[in-house]
């Protein structure tokens, strides 16, 4: 048996310090978009692209490569991997506090399915945590994102939706 | 053709559809009325081109030619394009825009939710990679919808002008060929006439809620699917093909 190149809990733990493109307060382990490393004589990756025209989806496959490659890692391969399809439920704990205190309301666990026509939810002010707010754009700023106003502090804010 | 050759086509034809209601949409690029739907359509906008590429590179690998996902958008003529009719209709305003999106988003929704059990397992999994997109592009656009039809006089009488005039063109995703016959006996795929009526009742919920009016049963347009066009789709890959038609060789 070949003795692999490096352990697969170091590379996780170079994972967790790659970040979100567009998001960088959370790392890609916290968006729960890396579905599982092998290491043998190299190391394969496989990542699940959140959305199908995500333009970070690249970018976040060449960082990867990058910070493997930096650490000595000489063979990275990437693997997309599109089932089961990403929900936001994947997004950790942790993340999704990162996520409010960076200033975007973090996605509810299980809301993946919305009624058609009427689906509209609180979603509290990540700044101020008033549950009065509104809907300034249910599809906007990036596909993953909505935007809200708080009523109370005045504030805009981003709503990571559920997916 | 052999059933497997069948499913390429067929993969290749979702494909098709994908982009071109793709590309339709980026021609709207900064010139929205408002610039949160600007966002909106671009990011939707995105999705399609993005679905187009993974059934491209699905369908490329499959046929073995060596042809690549840009080859099959950018070095096809008209006729090899079998997108639905529907799909390739111009902008117009924004009403005609709104009705297109939601003809095809309430098909497209349940064309890859019935995707998702065929037993193609790749193609299933596409499907279900798209199917949570288009469940939100059809929220959007039947939203849509309800503002324009409840809205004004005007917005209702112009909206119920789009809905009369794309009419012709829904009736082609139902009419099932060799190719859809073949999903469906050889891959477990969609059953289109219970995709038609399952369209139907859903359409008519949003166009009743928008207190507007069913069209009348009327001859529809066909060819799409056999890469018979209307007029608009040469100037529309006219435009999509240029640069790679101008410098051949030319990457990005």
Redesign the interface.
């Known amino acids: 048996m070949v003795e692999p190149a490096v352990k697969r809990d170091e590379v996780l733990q170079w994972l967790a310090e790659v970040r979100d493109p567009e998001i960088p307060v959370v790392s890609i382990m916290e968006l729960g978009i890396v579905r599982d490393v092998q290491c043998g004589a190299g190391v394969v990756v496989s990542l699940s692209p959140t959305y199908s025209g995500c333009p970070a989806t690249e970018a976040i496959e060449a960082n990867v490569i990058a910070a493997l490659e930096d650490r000595g890692v000489a063979d990275v391969r990437i693997k997309r991997v599109l089932s089961p399809p990403w929900t936001t439920d994947w997004i950790s704990d942790a993340g999704r506090e990162k996520l409010r205190k960076y200033g975007i309301a973090p996605p509810e666990r299980g809301g993946s399915r919305q009624a058609l026509l009427h689906g509209q939810r609180c979603v509290p002010c990540p700044r101020c945590e008033s549950e009065d707010t509104e809907v300034v754009s249910e599809f906007g700023s990036t596909a993953c994102k909505a935007s809200y106003r708080c009523k109370d502090c005045l504030e805009p804010f981003e709503y990571f939706k559920c997916i | 053709m052999t059933s497997e050759q069948a499913l390429t086509a067929y993969i290749l034809r979702l494909g098709d559809s994908a982009l071109i209601l793709g590309q339709r949409m980026l021609e709207l690029v900064a010139a929205y009325p408002e610039l949160?739907?600007e966002?909106?359509n671009a990011?939707?906008?995105?999705?399609?081109?993005?679905?187009a590429?993974?059934f491209y590179t699905y369908a490329a690998e499959r046929e073995g030619a060596g042809r690549s996902e840009d080859d099959l958008a950018y070095l096809r003529a008209e006729h090899e394009f079998r997108n639905l009719l529907l799909v390739e209709q111009p902008n117009g305003h924004f009403g005609d825009t709104i009705v297109r999106q939601v003809l095809f988003d309430a098909y497209y929704l349940l064309l890859l939710e019935a995707l998702t059990h065929c037993s193609d397992?790749?193609l299933?999994?596409?499907a279900?990679?798209?199917e949570?997109?288009v469940?939100?592009h059809?929220?959007?656009s039947?939203?849509w919808l309800?503002r324009l039809g409840d809205g004004t006089e005007e917005s209702h009488q112009k909206v119920q002008g789009s809905l009369d005039d794309l009419w012709r063109y829904t009736g082609e995703m139902f009419a099932a060929d060799i190719l859809d016959d073949t999903l469906r006996t050889s891959f477990d795929g969609p059953d289109l006439s219970a995709i038609s009526s399952q369209w139907l009742t859903d359409i008519t919920a949003?166009v009743e809620?928008a207190t507007l009016t069913l069209p009348q049963q009327q001859p529809m347009a066909t060819g799409g699917k056999q890469g018979r066009h209307t007029e608009h789709f040469g100037y529309l890959i006219a435009e999509m093909q240029y640069l790679p038609r101008t410098y051949p060789g030319v990457t990005w």
């Open positions: 949160e739907e966002l909106a990011n939707f906008a995105l999705d399609y081109i993005g679905q590429r993974m397992e790749r299933a999994e596409i279900a990679r798209a949570k997109e469940r939100y059809l929220r959007h039947a939203q309800l949003i809620e």
